[in-house]
């Protein structure tokens, strides 16, 4: 099976945040954004939501750090999951995430598993902003160029003031 990862279009997302009410169903069987594993914060003066999800890194920070190992690789998918037998929540992932993608709900971490390789939040996303794409593909190359071009633009524009 060919690697596969969420990319996420900052230009085309509405912020409507249907991939928060989608992950929050599918995960917790609730209609529930404070239980969803993906967040969209806005900065309603400029109309911009953001989605925040688990960019699954390699080597992933909250696994490397979780002192109880129950963060591990899942073989099929690549996603980093957690075991909710072994934490303990300790939030040693949280503080660890550099995307601030994961966090403690019911005395144990959550965050995006990838649906076990159909995530939700890319189903549901009618703008088409989140996309669960082939990282083999050759116009991944473009796709990578653009998001490094945004993410230098959100920062510019985040740390430029309000």
Same mark, same amino acid.
């Given at each position: 099976?060919?690697?596969?990862?969420? +990319?996420?279009?900052?230009?085309?997302?509405?912020?409507?945040?249907?991939?928060?009410? *989608?992950?929050?169903?599918?995960?917790?069987?609730? +209609?529930?954004?404070?239980?969803?594993?993906?967040?969209?914060?806005?900065?309603?003066?400029?109309?911009?939501?953001?989605?925040?999800?688990?960019? &699954?890194?390699?080597? *992933?920070?909250?696994?490397?750090?979780?002192?109880?190992?129950?963060?591990?690789?899942? *073989?099929?998918?690549?996603?980093?999951?957690?075991?909710?037998?072994?934490?303990? *929540?300790?939030?040693?992932?949280?503080?660890?995430?550099?995307?601030?993608?994961?966090?403690? &709900?019911?005395?144990?971490?959550?965050?995006?598993?990838?649906?076990?390789?159909? @995530?939700?939040?890319?189903?549901?996303?009618? @703008?088409?902003?989140?996309?669960?794409?082939?990282?083999?593909? @050759?116009?991944? &190359?473009?796709?990578?160029?653009?998001?490094?071009?945004?993410?230098?633009?959100?920062?510019?524009? +985040?740390?430029?003031?309000?």
């Amino acid at each position: 099976m060919a690697q596969r990862a969420l +990319f996420l279009d900052l230009e085309t997302c509405t912020g409507c945040r249907a991939c928060m009410v *989608a992950c929050s169903a599918t995960k917790e069987n609730l +209609f529930s954004m404070n239980k969803s594993r993906i967040w969209v914060p806005k900065k309603e003066g400029i109309c911009l939501g953001v989605p925040i999800i688990c960019e &699954q890194c390699d080597p *992933a920070p909250c696994m490397v750090v979780c002192p109880m190992k129950a963060i591990s690789r899942h *073989a099929r998918t690549g996603s980093v999951v957690v075991d909710r037998d072994k934490c303990i *929540a300790c939030k040693e992932c949280v503080w660890a995430c550099p995307f601030g993608a994961i966090n403690v &709900q019911g005395g144990v971490a959550v965050k995006c598993d990838l649906c076990d390789g159909e @995530p939700a939040c890319a189903e549901v996303c009618i @703008p088409g902003a989140i996309k669960y794409l082939d990282l083999e593909r @050759p116009y991944m &190359q473009k796709k990578w160029k653009s998001l490094e071009r945004r993410v230098d633009a959100l920062s510019a524009l +985040f740390s430029g003031g309000s």
